[in-house]
């Protein structure tokens, strides 16, 4: 029989028990931890419940740690009796943060000698435990390879992306921000068509049509970032700028909330500035890189 790395999950909110449960699907021998009791009480009989974080952090070869921020991760954490009971023991911190949050936490781990790994999980809770399910994870490399086969019960596509420990966090970011960027467009997109009386189901159902091009763009963006060569065939940044102008239009007509095409406005009039009129749509990145502008 297979010996199943007991594991510890530090934090039951809605990812935090998608993960524990996934674990005691998977078999292992589970322990669970929440601020608030309430949300251990579904786990009695399959999980052995730790009356504290430092009983959690205790329990296991493996504790995994998904609070709201690194302000509850550092307030339940940053205390003696953690740090003496998760010493010679992993961590892996799963709550979200910035790069540098992810360097605080390594630089806390290692001067008490706790193995530590941080990482993002690229889903929703009800996708823990797909084989598509996409989580990354940074810091010492023969250390997560130590751990992969129990990483990978949270998600089939868990990579390594970086040592440096803040790899995984600046990952995480930049595919955020697309992320969020493009869903406030779709809604912005939802709202120009409300303003229109157009139906919001056929807007929804059109939407394939653009979902393509976004990849395309993504894929020339790749492309031309990599040799800051920006001419090509396809269209130029005078006729994009011209596109979104006309939706900036649209927007103040139908008083419609247009703050979102007019910044996309003044990046693309920025990269104008710069000279790039006649250049494919990825020369706006250097009206965004490099210093902050006004
Ligand atoms: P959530 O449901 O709001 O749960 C937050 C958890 O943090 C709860 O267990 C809460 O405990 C605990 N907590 C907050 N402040 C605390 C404090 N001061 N001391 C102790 N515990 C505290 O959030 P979630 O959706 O599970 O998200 C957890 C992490 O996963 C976040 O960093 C989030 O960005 C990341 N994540 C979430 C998703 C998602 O789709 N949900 C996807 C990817 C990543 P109580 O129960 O006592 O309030």
Redesign the pocket.
């Known amino acids: 029989m297979t010996h199943k790395v007991t594991v510890s999950i530090v934090?039951?909110?809605?990812?935090?028990a998608a993960l524990a449960r996934a674990y005691i699907d998977a078999g292992h021998p589970v322990t669970v931890w929440?601020?608030?009791p309430g949300?251990a009480e579904p786990f009695q009989g399959q999980a052995n419940v730790a009356a504290t974080p430092e009983q959690a952090c205790g329990a296991s070869d493996l504790t995994i740690v998904?609070?709201?921020?690194y302000?509850?991760s550092d307030?339940?954490l940053r205390t003696p009796l953690v740090a003496a009971a998760a010493k010679g023991r992993t961590l892996v911190q799963?709550?979200?943060g910035t790069p540098g949050d992810a360097r605080s936490g390594a630089a806390w781990a290692s001067s008490l000698g706790i193995d530590y790994l941080d990482g993002c999980?690229l889903?929703?809770?009800s996708y823990i435990g797909g084989e598509q399910t996409a989580v990354f994870y940074s810091g010492p490399r023969d250390l997560y390879e130590r751990h992969q086969s129990t990483l990978r019960v949270i998600g089939g596509a868990t990579s390594h992306v970086g040592e440096p420990i803040g790899a995984a966090a600046a990952l995480d970011c930049a595919l955020l921000s697309s992320y969020y960027g493009a869903t406030l467009a779709v809604l912005q997109g939802a709202a120009i068509c409300a303003s229109e009386s157009f139906p919001l189901d056929a807007y929804f159902e059109k939407f394939q049509a653009i979902t393509p091009l976004i990849s395309i763009t993504a894929d020339m963006c790749k492309k031309m970032l990599s040799t800051g060569n920006f001419k090509g065939t396809d269209c130029t940044l005078d006729i994009h700028t011209n596109a979104i102008r006309h939706i900036v239009r649209l927007n103040r007509e139908n008083s419609v909330d247009g703050r979102l095409p007019e910044l996309a406005l003044a990046y693309f009039e920025r990269a104008l500035q710069l000279g790039h009129g006649s250049d494919e749509i990825a020369a706006v990145f250097n009206a965004l890189h490099g210093p902050a502008r006004r």
């Open positions: 934090g039951l909110g809605q990812m935090g929440n601020r608030t949300k998904s609070l709201s921020d302000e509850a307030q339940v799963l709550t979200s999980i889903a929703y809770p």
